[in-house]
């Protein structure tokens, strides 16, 4: 995730058979890995009595229908056109469903909802690598019973170490990831094709027959299981989010032809194995393979969910990036990996809040089963934040009826909700994991939020308009001193507070100036014809707004420099950046409550100096003391 643009055009006039490797490793290592763990933890509600056909034909149907409606139709075939100049994911459906509304009012829901959505993503990064991976390491129980005991510290120091090299960034190792993706893809495909020609009775569930009658007949414990079936779609939503990477058309072909055909031949081999022998319902997965091929599976399978839990954490830094620009996280600190992807980055700070999340998940629920139940919330809540979202972009920008808008997302709505419904039985045997999680992001996101707004009104309050300095400025006598000055402005309409506490302090001005405005817009990236304007108000003094996407990393001095050759004055060497250094204090009557503050200033505390952020050079700053009350 988080490729820009220009790559993704890259990839695109790549070798076919390359592109589609590329997306197997990228897109489909969450889907992928399901296969661990989805058949066997759906039908353990079951295993109070005998396990029948009925049961397992039923709970096949539902998986296979899952696959067919919600991955299949509502995003390879529906969401998948959604694209906010060719990128996708839940905060790009909330920049065009806000796009689409007319009403500030509603634009305001779907900002909301797209933000849910998120912290519901952050939730899922958390919880899939340790179901992933401890799924994977406990094949050791099948293949090698003596290490049963091993399967935990082993499945933590794998997790140690995905975390640990995170900084060396996803190019090098992300050449291996689609070949190793289709040799897994394969070797599941051909495992359950061969038991299925073992046991060919099992296709009956290719039918939405048995699914309906397992519901019929089994009622609130059919429903209690499909909080279960939906583990075989979580990693849907990387589908539409990675969808800038390689465009619609190879995620597409690559569902279609190869991942799709594979991982129903393996559910329905795992299940034709369960009808020949119920035992093997302890662990149908490894079971579907022989004996002489247990240890080399099991590796393959911790390198494939070692790949799914990478893409996540990737997804994690392009995401946090994204609410960063957005202004619903304080600056962080963002690393590029690449001299020549963009979208290849590191965030230390959420690395290590995952990594913590992870280690305290393994060693708390301690087996991929326990973890199941915390698995399935966050992914069916991000479920329906997409669909509310997409019925509104294809009833306002693709011009659906409102009839057709509201019945096909209307139904995808209803299949989503009985989903979540299924999944919030399991909160008190762990699904409260993900909700807390997501409230605990939620309230961080909407603090900081509302924190900048209250600090711009203030602002806004306090400050001077640059015509009425500019009008001034000739009878004041202002001294002005050889160099070049660069003020930041959050407003390019008003005076910023640090050169108004220099002209008090040091009683000078430089001969060239430059108020500097960055915008960040509700569009992947901004091209070179749109990144930069500049107006020379006076002369010596100019006004420069630089914009930025949500999924680019601001560089100011870069920009800056390119517009010399459009006549604004811009020497490196003589160029100095003053920053105020914002002091917030409570205000006399908070407009936040006291618990929303006092967040709101540790966050404000930890944040990454605008210098570091917009890759000023720390010898060319001078920062000068500001403080706002809100």
Request: with cysteine.
């Amino acid at each position: 995730m988080g490729v820009t643009l220009a790559a993704a055009h890259r990839q695109r006039t790549a070798p076919r058979v390359g592109m589609l490797l590329a997306v197997l490793g990228v897109v489909y290592g969450d889907i992928g890995t399901s296969p661990l763990y989805a058949l066997r933890a759906s039908l353990q509600h079951f295993i109070g009595g005998r396990i029948t056909s009925a049961e397992v034909l039923g709970i096949l149907s539902l998986i296979f229908w899952s696959l067919v409606l919600i991955v299949t139709v509502k995003y390879v075939l529906l969401v998948m056109h959604a694209d906010n100049r060719g990128e996708g994911g839940i905060l790009a459906l909330m920049a065009l469903a806000q796009r689409a509304s007319a009403l500030p009012a509603t634009r305001h829901a779907m900002g909301i909802i797209g933000v849910i959505g998120a912290c519901l993503f952050f939730g899922d990064g958390v919880i899939t690598p340790a179901i992933s991976v401890l799924s994977a390491v406990e094949g050791l129980e099948v293949s090698a019973p003596e290490l049963q005991e091993y399967v935990l510290p082993i499945s933590a120091l794998v997790i140690v170490v995905l975390f640990a090299v995170q900084y060396r960034g996803t190019g090098s190792v992300g050449r291996v990831f689609g070949p190793v993706m289709a040799l897994w893809f394969g070797v599941i495909g051909l495992l359950g094709l061969l038991a299925v020609l073992r046991n060919p009775s099992v296709l009956r569930a290719l039918s939405p027959c048995y699914a309906v009658e397992l519901c019929l007949h089994y009622r609130l414990l059919a429903f209690v299981a499909l909080g279960s079936v939906v583990l075989a779609v979580t990693g849907a939503e990387a589908l539409y989010a990675d969808m800038g990477h390689f465009g619609a058309q190879p995620i597409r072909i690559a569902w279609l032809a190869f991942v799709l055909p594979s991982l129903v031949l393996n559910y329905f081999g795992q299940g034709a194995l369960i009808l020949r022998d119920p035992r093997a319902l302890e662990n149908p997965f490894f079971l579907l393979g022989p004996k002489w091929l247990g240890l080399s599976l099991v590796i393959l399978a911790t390198a494939a969910t070692v790949i799914a839990s990478q893409a996540l954490i990737s997804g994690a830094f392009s995401m946090a990036r994204q609410c960063m620009q957005m202004g619903f996280l304080p600056r962080l600190t963002v690393r590029h990996t690449s001299q020549t992807e963009e979208g290849q980055i590191y965030m230390p700070q959420v690395n290590g809040a995952l990594a913590i999340g992870v280690l305290i998940l393994v060693l708390a629920f301690k087996t991929s089963d326990n973890l199941a139940a915390a698995y399935g919330i966050a992914v069916t809540g991000t479920f329906i934040c997409t669909c509310v979202l997409a019925t509104v972009v294809f009833r306002r920008q693709f011009r659906w009826s409102r009839t057709a808008a509201l019945t096909v997302f209307g139904f995808f709505f209803v299949l989503d909700s009985t989903f979540f419904a299924a999944n919030a039985l399991k909160i008190p045997e762990g699904g409260w994991v993900p909700l807390v999680l997501g409230l605990a992001l939620m309230a961080l996101m909407t603090t900081w939020n509302r924190g900048r707004s209250l600090m711009l009104e203030r602002w806004r309050q306090d400050s001077l308009s640059i015509k009425s300095f500019l009008d001034r400025l000739p009878q004041s006598r202002t001294v002005r001193v050889p160099g070049i000055a660069v003020f930041l402005t959050g407003n390019p309409d008003y005076v910023p507070g640090a050169l108004l506490h220099n002209l008090k302090h040091n009683k000078v001005l430089h001969e060239k100036v430059l108020f500097v405005t960055v915008l960040n817009l509700d569009v992947p990236e901004v091209g070179a014809d749109r990144r930069s304007e500049a107006e020379e108000l006076i002369p010596g003094v100019y006004r420069v707004i630089i914009r930025y996407g949500f999924m680019e990393s601001p560089n100011i001095p870069r920009d800056l420099e390119e517009l010399h050759g459009r006549g604004v004055p811009f020497e490196p060497m003589q160029v100095s950046y003053f920053l105020g250094r914002e002091t917030i204090v409570p205000a006399m009557a908070p407009k936040l409550p006291l618990w929303r503050l006092w967040l709101f200033l540790v966050m404000a505390r930890n944040a990454v100096s605008a210098t570091e952020f917009f890759r000023i050079p720390s010898d060319r700053v001078v920062e000068l003391g500001v403080r706002v009350a809100i």
